[in-house]
T-cell receptor, first 117, second 113 residues
Framework: QKEVEQNSGPLSVPEGAIASLNCTYS??????FFWYRQYSGKSPELIMF????GDKEDGRFTAQLNKASQYVSLLIRDSQPSDSATYLC?????????????????FGKGITLSVRP | SAVISQKPSRDICQRGTSLTIQCQVD?????MFWYRQQPGQSLTLIAT?????????ESGFVIDKFPISRPNLTFSTLTVSNMSPEDSSIYLC??????????FGPGTRLTVL
């Protein structure tokens, strides 16, 4: 059974702080890693994806991947109240190369982030 | 990303009835995916729909309960059959773009009484 584990929440940070969200996965052969943001009553929105070890930065978001430790994280710098949402980590064991085949995502339970003004 | 629409956005149904959810994508895609998100839970993959072949179901999901159609490369339907209150969930379709990035539709919020 492939598993994706996220820190139990909720996580509360003050505005302007760095929020650190962590995720571990059980399948060592996993190839693709994703972070989704889900506001209450809305569908998940893809905010970051990472395929190679190391860091990937996009604006205030940085995804970090360490395949040896089977660990992926999301850092949110200068957190804003609008970042308050549930963040879902998802892992794909394969890669489709753009065809969609083998794109079977396993999701963590999610962690709720609250940014205090 | 992808532009995905779903119909209906929400519905309230009586137990024992069936509901068909439609998913429309703005451009052709090989695979479409159907997920379920039960209240307060994360997403669980129901099945993968490939145009021109039968859907592939995940463990715990069967075709008789969740029949799927995929008549062309931009459209799919998921039917929730013989519904019970335990089927109350958000049902989401998704597609991939780029290498493996998966994008979700707005979801269908189903309540079964």
């Amino acid at each position: 059974q492939k598993e994706v584990e996220q820190n139990s929440g909720p996580l509360s940070v003050p505005e302007g702080a760095i929020a650190s969200l962590n995720c571990t996965y059980s399948d060592r052969g996993s190839q693709s890693f994703f972070w989704y943001r889900q506001y209450s009553g809305k569908s998940p929105e893809l905010i970051m994806f990472i395929y190679s070890n190391g860091d990937k930065e996009d604006g205030r978001f940085t995804a970090q991947l360490n395949k040896a430790s089977q660990y992926v994280s999301l850092l949110i710098r200068d957190s804003q109240p609008s970042d308050s949402a549930t963040y879902l980590c998802a892992v794909n064991e394969g890669t489709s190369g753009g065809t969609g085949a083998n794109s079977k995502l396993t999701f963590g339970k999610g962690i709720t982030l609250s940014v205090r003004p | 990303s992808a532009v995905i629409s779903q119909k209906p956005s929400r519905d309230i149904c009586q137990r024992g009835t069936s509901l068909t959810i439609q998913c429309q994508v703005d451009s052709q895609v090989t695979m479409m995916f159907w997920y379920r998100q039960q209240p307060g839970q994360s997403l669980t993959l129901i099945a993968t729909a490939n145009q021109g072949s039968e859907a592939t179901y995940e463990s715990g999901f069967v075709i008789d309960k969740f029949p799927i159609s995929r008549p062309n490369l931009t459209f799919s339907t998921l039917t929730v059959s013989n519904m019970s209150p335990e089927d109350s969930s958000i049902y989401l379709c998704s597609v991939t773009r780029g290498r493996d990035e998966q994008f979700f539709g707005p979801g269908t919020r189903l309540t079964v009484l």
